[in-house]
């Protein structure tokens, strides 16, 4: 087929996709590391897990490459630690075979989800150890390191020191009853399993647990705090941190731990799995046998895993002034990721690549509730496959609900209106009708515009006031996404969607224009492909396969995302077959995953609930009336009211998600609410009345 393309310098996006031969960094361009926090290997992820640090940071690396940024990501999975001793005990196998296993997990759950990273390695490779034990060593030279003997748990019963996680108790702080060793799941402190109130071994919960002393080496936080702390100050305004982090927006620092003063860290533990600590030929020190603290070893996975990918992982790691790294995690991470992992980078005395911009996330709820492995609620790792819903789906609705400054709601019949009535009768309507029009009318062959290739102008006597808006949303969207707004940024995309049907609309595009005025109709063909064209770019970082489609469709090379809209697929141009890129969900399928996912009393032994059948103790009849309840689906062109409407509806929802989330719960909250789902219904009721009269 014949391609016509625009090729001038920066139309074409020349960053390749994840995982093939990423670029090395390069001075006078822009240079972006990206890291999402590393999953435990110890379980399988769940969609909360996947929006909060390994999707998130997806979206931003194949933004960035839309940009032509040298651009690298980097993931893998957790291994080392307690928790995988855990599992592996509560599994019966060793702690390398639950690794095995859990890792190819974690890479078949993410290729199915798009996630595309350069390289998802392991901090059980050799090149951790190596990298680990020479911090370590660095940091015992830098007179950073001091011995300290302290009490620690005593089983009497194994008999052996227990490690943090094969303990658990009463918080001290809070009093919540199942607190590990290492951290409390109720307020989030970490803490150190000696100050458990009434503990018990995990491995036998009849065993007398008591406390023995341990020698241990810890780093002297204290120490590094000064400069940690002027750290803090320059990476935080120069990287504009997400907001739930160490620091607020007057520069105040807020983090308890900094404001108390740092104390010294634990950095080994009596562990068989680990990486060895590193001890002199007379081991004055007596850490013989022992091995790096989890809690140490985990972010020196980013470099490792870097150097596991390529023997040029210096030029990444040690390059601050060329490399920008941006991290992506939940909101329990950023302690981590903002005091503790930077001061070792600090201690260790060599010029690292530091955090330049930090991005958190809230959680993700299920349905009222959280997600449940040991009761089945909640959608974890492949079962989202199981769906039928395709992974740019999911990606869609994920993405669109990610909960940046509050925790944010899973719902099923959200999800399926996200797809119907945005994707299906929106985005996908307005390509689809476009290159139908082209392929029938045309026989796929774009027709002269008029428009020379290169810039639209904004002055153009029938289209200025449409160009105008398009170049005004373009901005809109570079700048969320360069601040990392990934939910707004895909929220301007949809607009921009909007605006290309209701040009359709205005313009009149059918058969009678193209035969009463041909130019003007080849006009508006050529500019609604090449909007078409530059949403390919748009939607590329958060549905790669679809913009994969529309590639197709359009026989196009991939586009670089664009400052302004221009003319750039050209006169003679033969496009592909064009093809519907969305399918309708019915809204009664609602109910379906509901009695698939919604959890069974008695824990992960229990079976699942038949997707096919209604959930246990509900009629058809019933779910029959609750799905005839669901909002109008319309699968014909849209009026622009109704399409600006369904934008409000979607944005209104998320208003409503994040403030049901808010805890604690007040009367002032409860009022927020009802006002926000008021205008919800209303919003909906008008709707459901343009729609019926579009």
């Avoid at 496009?575 to 969305?582: A, R, S, T, V």
């Amino acid at each position: 087929m014949t391609q016509k393309i625009r090729t001038d310098e920066g139309v074409l996006r020349v960053i390749p996709d994840p995982g093939q031969a990423a670029p090395l960094p390069k001075v006078g361009e822009k240079n972006v590391l990206i890291t999402s926090a590393l999953p435990y290997c110890n379980n399988v992820p769940h969609l909360g897990n996947i929006i909060g640090s390994t999707l998130s940071a997806d979206v931003f690396s194949r933004y960035s490459r839309t940009r032509n940024w040298r651009t690298l990501y980097v993931c893998g999975t957790d291994e080392y630690g307690t928790a995988t001793e855990t599992q592996a005990l509560k599994e019966g196998i060793s702690p390398k075979e639950l690794c095995d296993k859990y890792n190819i997990l974690h890479k078949d759950t993410y290729k199915w989800f798009d996630i595309g990273f350069d390289f998802f390695g392991r901090t059980s490779a050799p090149q951790h150890t190596e990298i680990a034990q020479e911090i370590y060593t660095n940091l015992g030279k830098n007179n950073l390191l001091e011995k300290q003997e302290r009490e620690q748990t005593y089983c009497e019963g194994c008999p052996k020191f227990l490690a943090d996680r094969y303990v658990e108790g009463i918080c001290p702080h809070c009093g919540y009853e199942d607190a590990r060793g290492d951290q409390c799941d109720g307020c989030s402190r970490t803490l150190d399993a000696i100050d458990l109130i009434k503990p018990r071994c995990l491995v036998n919960k009849t065993h007398k647990v008591t406390t023995k002393t341990s020698a241990h080496m810890y780093l002297k936080l204290d120490k590094i705090q000064p400069k940690t702390e002027e750290w803090i100050r320059q990476s935080w305004k120069a990287g504009k941190w997400s907001a739930n982090a160490v620091i607020n927006a007057e520069g105040e620092l807020v983090d308890a731990r900094l404001k108390n003063g740092l104390l010294p860290t634990p950095l080994t533990r009596d562990l068989k799995w680990g990486v060895p600590v590193p001890v002199d030929g007379d081991d004055e020190f007596g850490m013989k046998g022992k091995v790096l603290y989890v809690w140490f070893d985990a972010p020196i996975g980013y470099p490792s895993i870097t150097a596991n990918y390529t023997p040029e992982w210096k030029q990444w790691w040690f390059n601050p002034e060329n490399v920008d790294l941006y991290q992506f995690m939940g909101k329990d991470n950023v302690y981590f990721h903002t005091v503790y992992w930077p001061s070792v980078q600090i201690g260790d005395g060599r010029n690292w690549t530091k955090l330049h911009h930090l991005s958190t996330t809230e959680y993700l709820n299920y349905e009222g509730g959280k997600f449940s492995k040991s009761r089945n609620r909640g959608v974890f790792g492949p079962a989202a496959k199981d769906t039928g819903i395709p992974a740019s789906v999911w990606r869609y609705y994920l993405l669109s609900t990610r909960p940046e400054t509050a925790d944010a709601m899973f719902s099923w019949s959200d999800c399926i209106i996200a797809n119907n009535n945005v994707l299906l009768n929106n985005f996908g309507n307005f390509i689809n009708r476009t290159l139908k029009f082209v392929s029938s009318q045309y026989n796929s062959v774009i027709p002269d515009s008029g428009d020379a290739p290169g810039l639209l102008s904004p002055n153009d006597p029938a289209d200025g006031e449409f160009i105008t808006t398009v170049n005004g949303l373009l901005k809109d969207y570079i700048d969320a996404m360069d601040s990392v707004k990934i939910r707004l940024g895909l929220q301007t995309v949809m607009l921009i969607s909007i605006q290309g049907n209701h040009y359709l609309q205005s313009s009149g595009l059918n058969k009678a224009l193209m035969t009463d005025n041909p130019q003007r109709c080849a006009q508006v063909v050529s500019r609604a492909v090449n909007l078409i064209y530059t949403l390919s770019a748009l939607i590329y970082p958060f549905m790669p396969a679809t913009s994969d489609d529309i590639l197709a469709q359009l026989n196009a090379p991939a586009r670089a995302v664009p400052e302004v809209l221009s003319n750039d697929i050209l006169a003679g141009h033969t496009i592909g077959k064009p093809e519907h890129l969305f399918k309708k969900i019915e809204e009664s399928m609602a109910e379906v995953y509901r009695a698939k996912f919604g959890g069974i009393e008695g824990g992960s032994d229990a079976p699942s609930a038949d997707p096919l059948k209604t959930a246990p103790g509900q009629s058809k009849k019933k779910a029959g009336k609750k799905a005839a309840a669901a909002p109008v689906v319309h699968d014909g062109p849209k009026s622009e009211e109704a399409l600006v409407l369904e934008a409000k509806v979607a944005e209104q929802g998320q208003v409503v998600r994040e403030l049901k989330a808010q805890t604690p719960k007040t009367a002032e909250l409860d009022g927020q609410i009802k006002a926000a789902v008021d205008v919800l219904k209303q919003l909906k009721g008008e709707l459901d009345v343009a729609l019926k009269s579009s």
